[in-house]
């Protein structure tokens, strides 16, 4: 079975959060939440409560997959956290599928991490992402081991990208079929 870990911080955006975690549990992929600060409640970026299976320092792995979800303010905790990080660099030196959508790509960048990729985020980080590689307007974008995103409205197509790349087409068509989510041409 594959495994994912969604990392919360205060201001992740809820959208992001939920659409994901419950794709991939739809999916068959172990989902775990992980409190970016603790394994308490967690406000998000519009004031819903999102609620960590575990805090980070308790997260025990191994992961399939690393997801960032956007939210300015959860994106700026991640970029700023050490132990993310070390997440994201341990998780590109062993090949680990990471998935950043809407301001989360922020987070490679001051990290230094996934670096020459073809991405995509949020416009209003997109000349802080593009410096970092190269940026394309787009739902979702796979490229070497990173899937990045560009906001809440295209967070399915995200997170069936994510579980193409962990489960394979298959799996994500029956998902997209469950979901009433037309085929991209």
Known sequence: M??????VAEGSEETEVIITA??????????????LLGPEIVP???????????????????????VLPGGMAGAEAFAASPAVGQLLRDA???????????????AL???GVFAGRTLTSYPSVRERVEAH???IAADAVEHEGLITGSGPGTCF????????????????DSVRADLLIEPQE
Do not use: M, Y
């Open 2 to 7: 594959s495994r994912a870990l969604v990392l």
């Open 22 to 35: 419950n794709v991939l549990r739809r999916a068959g992929v172990k989902t775990v939440l992980a409190g």
């Open 44 to 66: 998000g970026a519009r004031g819903l409560k999102l609620v960590p299976d575990v805090a980070l320092a308790d997260a025990q792995g191994p992961w399939d997959a690393i």
């Open 92 to 106: 590109e030196t062993q090949g680990i599928v990471v998935a950043a959508v809407c301001a989360a790509p922020i």
């Open 109 to 111: 960048v001051a990290h």
């Open 133 to 135: 590689g190269t940026w």
């Open 157 to 172: 197509e995200f997170a069936l990208t994510l579980v193409e790349s962990l489960r394979g087409s298959d799996v994500a």
